[in-house]
């Protein structure tokens, strides 16, 4: 089984990626809206609500504590994920 400390970086790293190219993809397409699929790749993009789409460095500064917690969260889910799935696999090999 792969370590515990890869899965959650790899998952943090996806985490940090989401978010960049969707916004990237928003920058340079101009959608002006966004689906509602990014809410279940992205949770914490709705505190971007609170920028009112206005770019400036307040847009900055949430729009990096997003990315931040969505990493953060994309990695916490990994690490209970691989350990719920070694804890079953130990259970399994001792016959419980």
Known sequence: MPRLLHITLAAAALGLAI???IMLFNYYVDLMWWPRWILIVWPTSFMLIATSAIIDAFFFKVAAISVGLNALLYA?????????????????????
């Open 76 to 96: 916490l889910v990994a690490a209970l994920l691989v350990t719920l799935a070694n804890w079953i696999a130990r259970m399994g090999r001792r016959g419980l």
């Open 19 to 21: 978010p960049v190219a």
